[in-house]
């Protein structure tokens, strides 16, 4: 554990102005357990430490000591703005960012629909942990193009945030591969009642009418790219 966890679980009571005893009972802990851990004398498991970011309203990460940003930045799909609708969207851009925008939700829209037909929370999670890496590389070297080098939102350090997230990269890839080739093993041998669904262009015209198209661009811009360096 952090050295500055229980320094940063002791400030967080005081702050909040309230004992030890009854910061112990909201935690679900003994008074002499938290007085171990705020004096570094036992370290807490990782419940506690979930439980205490949440009393707290901290990120975990700040309790312990991984980012100097207190915000916890989970929140719940019921919480998350829709932009899909572009009439008064708060995001502003040239014509090309805008375009290009629109062409990701679309075709993102398709798979994770497609996605959720199967049923299989681990296939929607990894899919989602593989696209993370890259918004959180792109925003990571925007960021860095901007000059503001104080590493406010990152707890990777600088030096080997790029390599460490490519590696990361790849093993999400390679954890939504071999679920993928699970499902349709699966589905060959009629062991599972969830399966995707034939992926004709007739099926995909009639399910997605709207967002097919963008789709389509990105399959055939992409492809044209991979193409030249055959």
């Not at 003994?30 to 990782?46: C, F, I, K, M």
């Not at 590696?167 to 349709?184: G, Q, S, V």
Request: charged share 25%.
């Amino acid at each position: 554990m952090n050295k500055n966890f229980p320094r940063t679980l002791s400030l967080l009571r005081r702050e909040k102005k309230i004992s030890q005893r009854a910061a112990a009972e909201c935690l679900g802990v003994s008074q002499a357990v938290l007085s171990h851990y705020e004096n570094g004398l036992r370290e807490p498991g990782l419940d506690f430490v979930a439980r205490a970011a949440d009393y707290y309203k901290v990120s975990a990460d700040f309790l312990l000591g991984r980012t100097m940003s207190r915000e916890d930045y989970t929140i719940s799909a019921e919480d998350l703005p829709d932009i899909s609708n572009e009439k008064d969207n708060v995001l502003r851009g040239s014509m090309l960012a805008m375009l290009n925008r629109k062409l990701l939700i679309n075709s993102l829209g398709i798979i994770f629909d497609l996605l959720g037909k199967t049923k299989n929370r681990q296939l929607i999670n990894d899919a989602a942990m593989y696209l993370s890496i890259a918004v959180y590389k792109l925003f990571r070297y925007v960021y860095i193009a901007c000059g503001q080098n104080q590493d406010a939102f990152f707890s990777v350090p600088e030096s080997v945030w790029s390599e460490a997230a490519d590696a990361e990269y790849r093993l999400c890839e390679m954890r939504f591969k071999n679920n993928t080739l699970n499902i349709r093993r699966d589905a060959e041998k009629a062991e599972s009642e969830t399966k995707l669904p034939g992926l004709s262009p007739e099926y995909l015209k009639s399910e997605y009418p709207e967002l097919l198209q963008s789709l389509l661009s990105i399959l055939q811009t992409t492809g044209k790219r991979i193409n030249e360096h055959l």
